[in-house]
């Protein structure tokens, strides 16, 4: 049982309707029926749980803060399992701080990040990949990352792992029984059946990677980086892309010095969207500075879009650059297609081994060209929510699953060779922590601790 009480800010700071403080814990009713005030002056304690109460919230010297809504939850039936209290004032930075403020004055502290979450997972309302998810539906940027997130939170990933883990289990109670009755159990047949079943555990492992890539790249988004030479229509693409007005474009070359970020949404795939400075030889200092960190960005993404002007002849600069990428997935466009071209798009193929395109980033004209070849690159053309019934999304996952498989493969091999059935066992044991350790079942407290605290505040 969890002793201390926390509490925290819910929602975004800034100017809103309403705010919502949340309290968890055994000291959440005392603290509220101190500073509350119904119209029937009711104590805290009689109100009925899963209730929402209209009050004033009063400051320790008996001042009125806010007129609240009060929401009650009484153990175990809360988000935390533990009594909740969630105190809806007014928006805006001032009534949600003092109230705040006034709650952690009487021995109650601060949640840090993700722990009302943690407890709901330390008090088993829901398993670690489900808490996961929580966060990954507050970061979903796209209706696919949403949907995808959706489903884990409801239980579909944990669902298949663990019936690929009840799967091993029976394997394990086969070989128990083996060990203990050996002259009527271990014939080919028991081990036969045993393979059988490891293959039939292989397959669902399989399918599940199959859908990883995939998976992080909705979850997280493909960190796409536009590069090329000053004034070539870098930003004006990042426009075109985001269909706004984004990034400063100008026919100074040099226009973009730090870079500009954008998130935009590719029929369901968030791209996370760099523009950065051009890249030249350059003695401009600050300038400089962006050029670097442009390399840097390369180095860090999953897509290199990189901009030609084909209005300009092509340079040593450009197979410089070309160079500079060549181990990334990339895509070389041709910019300015509605000018007459000194590029010819047959030439460039000759040069590069990627995909050359033709856009006018200004008229808007080869984008949607563009969008496809970014998703077909990637192999994510034609996704939709059917295709994906369940979708390892987290890399954490990923590498629980791969390393799972490791050991199923090993014990499949184990089992083939007639290695003796109790060593086979510890590699089938083993799968079935790796397996555990999406569900966190199997993992370590500090473990815990670490995926939690990279939650967000009031989760
Ligand atoms: N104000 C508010 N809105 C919110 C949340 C919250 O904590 N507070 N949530 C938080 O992220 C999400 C909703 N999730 C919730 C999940 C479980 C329970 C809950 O009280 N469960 C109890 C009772 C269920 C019942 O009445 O049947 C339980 O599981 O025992 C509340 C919110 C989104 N919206
Ligand atoms: N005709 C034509 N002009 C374009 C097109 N795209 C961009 N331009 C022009 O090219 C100039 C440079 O565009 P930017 O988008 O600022 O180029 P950039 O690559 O971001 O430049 P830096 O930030 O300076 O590196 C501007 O005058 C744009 O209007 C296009 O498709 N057709
Ligand atoms: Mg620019």
């Known amino acids: 049982m969890i002793e201390d009480t926390i509490a925290a800010i819910g929602t975004a700071l800034g100017q809103s309707g309403i705010a919502i403080v949340r309290?968890?814990?055994?000291?959440?009713?005392?603290?509220i029926d101190e500073h509350l005030k119904t119209p029937r002056n009711t104590s805290i304690y009689d109100l009925d749980k899963n209730t929402i109460n209209y009050g004033h919230f009063y400051s320790k010297s008996g001042e009125v803060i806010d007129e609240v809504l009060v929401s009650v939850f009484k153990a175990p039936y809360s988000y935390t399992g533990e009594d909740v209290?969630?105190?809806?004032?007014?928006?805006?930075?001032?009534?949600?701080?003092?109230?705040?403020?006034?709650?952690?004055?009487?021995?109650?502290?601060?949640?840090?990040?993700?722990?009302?979450?943690?407890?709901?997972?330390?008090?088993?309302?829901?398993?670690?990949?489900?808490?996961?998810a929580v966060m990954d539906l507050?970061?979903?940027?796209?209706?696919?990352?949403?949907?995808?997130?959706?489903?884990?939170?409801?239980g579909q990933v944990s669902h298949e792992i663990n019936i690929v883990r009840d799967k091993l289990l029976e394997v394990l109670a086969n070989i128990e029984a083996t060990i203990d009755y050996p002259d009527e159990f271990f014939d080919d047949i028991s081990v036969d059946k045993m393979v059988e079943k490891l293959q039939n555990v292989k397959e669902s492992i399989n399918k599940l990677l199959k859908t990883a890539s995939t998976g992080k790249l909705v979850r997280e988004?493909?960190?796409?980086?536009?590069?090329?030479?000053?004034?070539v229509g870098k930003s004006s693409l990042l426009n075109a892309l985001t269909k706004e007005d984004r990034a400063i474009v100008t026919d100074v070359p040099g226009t973009t010095r730090d870079v500009l970020q954008e998130n935009i949404n590719v029929r369901g795939v968030p791209l996370v969207i760099l523009d950065t400075a051009g890249i030249r030889e350059t003695k401009d200092k600050v300038e400089k500075i962006g050029v670097e960190r442009t390399?840097?960005?390369?180095?860090?993404?999953?897509?290199?879009?990189?901009?030609?002007?084909?209005?300009?002849?092509?340079?040593?600069?450009?197979?410089?650059i070309?160079?500079?990428?060549?181990?990334?997935?990339?895509?070389?466009?041709?910019?300015?297609?509605?000018?007459?071209?000194?590029?010819d798009k047959k030439?460039?193929?000759?040069?590069?081994?990627?995909?050359?395109?033709?856009?006018?980033?200004e008229k808007r004209l080869g984008i949607e060209t563009l969008e496809e070849t970014i998703l077909n690159l990637f192999e994510i053309?034609?996704?939709?929510?059917?295709?994906?019934?369940?979708?390892?999304?987290?890399?954490?996952?990923?590498?629980?699953?791969?390393?799972?498989?490791?050991h199923i493969n090993e014990s499949i091999n184990g089992l083939k060779h007639q290695n003796p059935v109790d060593i086979v066992s510890i590699d089938i044991r083993e799968a079935w922590q790796y397996l555990g350790k999406i569900t966190g079942d199997s993992l370590s407290r500090n473990l815990i601790d670490e995926i939690f605290s990279r939650f967000c505040l009031g989760k």
């Open 322 to 343: 070309l160079n500079l990428i060549k181990n990334k997935p990339r895509i070389v466009i041709v910019n300015k297609s509605d000018l007459s071209s000194k590029m």
């Open 381 to 406: 053309g034609d996704i939709n929510d059917n295709t994906f019934d369940v979708t390892i999304s987290n890399l954490r996952h990923e590498l629980a699953l791969k390393e799972a498989l490791k």
């Open 85 to 132: 209290i969630e105190v809806n004032c007014h928006g805006g930075q001032i009534p949600i701080k003092k109230i705040l403020t006034t709650i952690l004055d009487s021995e109650i502290r601060l949640a840090e990040p993700g722990e009302f979450t943690k407890r709901a997972f330390l008090n088993g309302k829901l398993d670690l990949s489900q808490a996961e």
């Open 347 to 361: 030439d460039i193929k000759n040069k590069v081994d990627c995909k050359v395109l033709s856009v006018s980033a």
């Open 221 to 231: 988004g493909i960190k796409t980086v536009i590069i090329g030479e000053p004034n």
């Open 295 to 320: 390399k840097e960005y390369i180095n860090t993404s999953d897509l290199v879009l990189y901009v030609l002007d084909g209005s300009q002849n092509w340079t040593k600069e450009n197979e410089l």
């Open 138 to 154: 507050i970061s979903a940027k796209t209706d696919l990352s949403h949907n995808v997130a959706n489903k884990q939170a409801a």
């Open 23 to 31: 309290v968890s814990g055994p000291k959440s009713l005392d603290v």
